[in-house]
């Protein structure tokens, strides 16, 4: 089985996934710092690269299944969508593609949208945390030909999108 860790940051899903699995892992990331210190946590198979540009680096119809854990809340809305695109491109028919965002209807996402505008007027705001409501998600997934298998909170909102 093949997956690609998008946004794979410390490697934390790498590490978590048995090695007895077997998987044809690859993670990405744009910090050279947490990737470095990723492959410290993974089998010595799995691969992590540095990707900066809005696609995905496998070929089209190639990959089993995409992770993007926290990936979309740090991009603009055009920018989640172009990656959701190249997401759709290099899944296989029937691929599955999971990822988390945040949403304003999460009483528990609240208090990081708080937390955001107050580093914003205080001018510290370390990154983006941007916001998805759930119709949104299914209108992307309607555009994009993704079936909606589940969505669900676990921490942050939770997508299991299947290609068709």
């Not at 996934?17 to 744009?30: A, H, K, Q, R, T």
Request: hydrophobic letters at 40%; a negative charge.
């Amino acid at each position: 089985m093949s997956i690609i860790d998008y946004g794979c940051g410390s490697g934390r899903l790498a590490h978590a996934l048995p090695e007895e699995y077997n998987l044809d892992y690859l993670g990405v990331d744009i910090i050279d710092e947490l990737l470095d210190y990723a492959k410290t946590k993974a089998p010595k198979n799995y691969r992590f690269i540095k990707h900066q540009e809005l696609s995905v680096p496998a070929k089209s119809e190639s990959v089993d299944m995409i992770c993007a854990f926290s990936l979309f809340t740090h991009l603009t809305h055009h920018e989640s969508f172009i990656y959701l695109q190249e997401m759709h491109r290099v899944l296989k028919p029937k691929g599955i593609l999971v990822f988390s965002f945040l949403e304003f209807e999460s009483l528990k996402h609240w208090s990081v949208f708080l937390s955001t505008v107050e580093s914003q007027k205080n001018g510290t705001l370390p990154h983006l945390n941007t916001f998805i409501e759930k119709s949104v998600i299914k209108i992307w997934a309607d555009k994009l030909n993704f079936e909606i298998i589940e969505i669900f909170e676990e921490g942050q909102t939770m997508v299991i999108l299947k290609r068709k």
